[in-house]
């Protein structure tokens, strides 16, 4: 641990009276043309900002020690989620009264952040996103990547209503809610979709406020290509879907294939009768369709109950 974090620590812990500690976390993969600018404005809204140095080879960590932001390093790449879990852990211990997530790559604009703790501070929600799909918001994103994020946004919303741009990684959220995000299991760029589907699950307040988010003259703004970008969201999505719904994902198929199998099995058993032929082909789709329909329903109950597990054994933690 560093002398620079402990006496952050103790200076929160002398000073807890003097409220709010807004807190930002910020993950970084070689951004030594950025991170200065970005701590500079940011520490003019914040106590503190903790950054996540995944894997540089530039000079980004030396860059954010000189800012003044308190530095860990990951020992190698390990992708946007790894690297906000890392800092969360580590933000965990400060417990700052509000927590703000950002990019490092310049796309977000460090003066919008007392926008985006506001409803926070006033009690209105838990988790907050700096959207670029509502009024008053702001961003040059080109046509492929708009066209991107609304294919990405579909799967998305699906489990998450209502939140129009669930991709956006400017956030701010409540110390409660940095406990559930701290144990998320995305690596990579899907850590968006799965805060939100925690969110749900757990019945957090969603608030949407516009923000800026520019691209134009901005170096790196991905470290992926865009379509396996768009297809690791896509599938993040999904995945996520299946479990949290997995009644509806794979008990309702397994409905529909037994259903199925009743047909195929009354025009066997209708034929057999009227002509005396036994079809091999209808017995084997009736057969067929019977077993996958059972084992998908029983699939879905089991899943079901451990996510009900999982739930459970997530909140004893926190209330722990």
Do not use: W
């Amino acid at each position: 641990m560093s002398q620079q974090f402990i006496d952050v620590m103790s200076q929160h812990s002398e000073y807890e009276s003097l409220k709010p500690f807004i807190l930002v976390c910020i993950p970084a993969y070689n951004e030594e043309k950025n991170i200065g600018k970005i701590l500079d404005q940011a520490f003019r809204h914040v106590e503190h900002v903790i950054v996540c140095d995944d894997g540089s080879t530039d000079g980004t960590n030396e860059i954010a020690r000189k800012k003044g932001a308190t530095v860990v390093r990951n020992p190698s790449n390990m992708g946007k989620g790894r690297a906000l879990h890392t800092c969360f852990r580590l933000a965990d211990r400060i417990a700052p009264d509000v927590i703000v997530m950002m990019d490092a790559d310049g796309q977000h604009n460090p003066e919008d952040i007392p926008r985006l703790v506001a409803p926070i501070l006033d009690g209105e929600a838990d988790l907050v996103i700096g959207s670029r799909y509502v009024a008053g918001s702001s961003t040059d994103a080109p046509l492929y990547r708009r066209v991107g994020l609304s294919i990405v946004n579909a799967f998305s919303q699906t489990a998450n209503d209502g939140v129009k741009d669930t991709q956006s990684g400017f956030r701010a959220f409540t110390k409660d809610a940095l406990r559930l995000f701290t144990d998320m299991s995305e690596d990579g760029f899907g850590v968006e979709t799965e805060q939100l589907s925690i969110a749900r699950k757990f019945g957090l307040r969603v608030m949407e406020v516009p923000a800026t988010i520019r691209y134009e003259g901005l170096e790196n703004t991905s470290k992926k290509d865009p379509v396996s970008h768009g297809l690791e969201l896509i599938m993040v999505a999904l995945k996520l879907l299946v479990q949290d719904k997995p009644l509806l994902m794979i008990g309702l198929p397994g409905l529909l294939f037994i259903v199925t199998s009743l047909f195929s099995g009354y025009f066997f058993v209708r034929d057999y009768q009227l002509t005396n032929y036994f079809s091999v082909p209808m017995a084997l789709i009736t057969f067929t369709f019977l077993t996958l329909g059972t084992l998908l329903i029983l699939c879905s109950l089991i899943f079901y109950a451990l996510y009900l597990l999982k739930l459970e054994i997530k909140k004893l933690r926190i209330e722990m």
